[in-house]
């Protein structure tokens, strides 16, 4: 079945560090592939989707590129801020299945 | 706020009782999804209903039933609980899974 594999936590970078959290899947097709954020004591909010091979999602600053040949997605951002700090779910959906699923999250905590 | 609205937003409740956790989703979406997210078991998926319609189901326990009605509202009912159902539990929606879903806050149960 379809899965996805992300960077274990937790991640602690400084005021304007570079950041990037590892996402890798396992899928049959093309699945629609998403980043998800859930800060302290809220839900998940959609932070980026891309639906399919080589489209790059971005919001925020945060940017991920759907690698098919590799298949990854990794999260990336220049420069990140405290108020990044947050737990961030890579996750996939496919054709068929239109559940979400999500990999382990990772948490990210930025130090000023 | 998401659009999508549960209630309550936290439950404490006793072992062995019975709860019922509600769910508007964002108006015009046709799709409800819950999930648990629990610290050992992460985000799992266990029902999805379509326009009334069950969809998909994960890995919900048979203690576990959920419902859409009408108006698109759904209801998810834990019954016999264990102290092993505390957890988040969060309802999304969507108009179609290549879209994401929008979350809901959640709901916090806690079985003492």
């Known amino acids: 079945g379809d899965s996805v594999t992300q960077m274990e936590g937790p991640v602690t970078l400084s005021e304007e560090a570079f950041l990037t959290i590892n996402c890798t899947y396992t899928?049959?097709?093309?699945?629609?592939l998403f980043w998800y954020v859930q800060y302290p004591g809220e839900g998940l909010q959609l932070l980026l989707k891309?639906?399919?091979?080589?489209d790059k999602g971005s919001n925020k600053g945060f940017e991920a590129t759907y690698r098919k040949e590799t298949t990854s997605f990794h999260l990336e951002k220049g420069s990140v801020q405290v108020s990044d700090s947050a737990v961030y779910f890579c996750?996939?959906?496919?054709?068929?299945?239109?559940?979400?699923?999500f990999g382990t999250g990772t948490r990210l905590t930025i130090i000023p | 706020d998401s659009g999508v609205t549960q209630t309550p937003k936290h439950l404490i409740t006793a072992t062995g009782q019975r709860v019922t956790l509600r769910c508007s989703p964002r108006?015009?979406?046709?799709?409800v999804y819950w999930y648990q997210q629990s610290l050992d078991q992460g985000l799992q998926f266990l029902i999805q209903?379509?326009?009334?319609?069950?969809?998909a189901k994960g890995n919900i326990l048979e203690r576990f039933s959920a419902q859409q009605f009408p108006d698109l509202h759904s209801e998810l009912n834990l019954s016999s609980l264990e102290l092993g159902d505390s957890a988040l539990y969060f309802c999304?929606?969507?108009?179609?899974?290549?879209?994401?879903?929008?979350f809901g806050s959640g709901t916090r149960l806690t079985v003492v």
């Open positions: 996750a996939l959906t496919n054709f068929g299945n239109e559940k979400l699923t």
């Open positions: 899928a049959t097709g093309y699945p629609s």
């Open positions: 108006s015009g979406d046709l799709s």
């Open positions: 209903y379509y326009n009334g319609e069950e969809r």
């Open positions: 891309a639906t399919k091979a080589d």
């Open positions: 999304a929606s969507s108009p179609s899974a290549a879209g994401g879903y929008t």
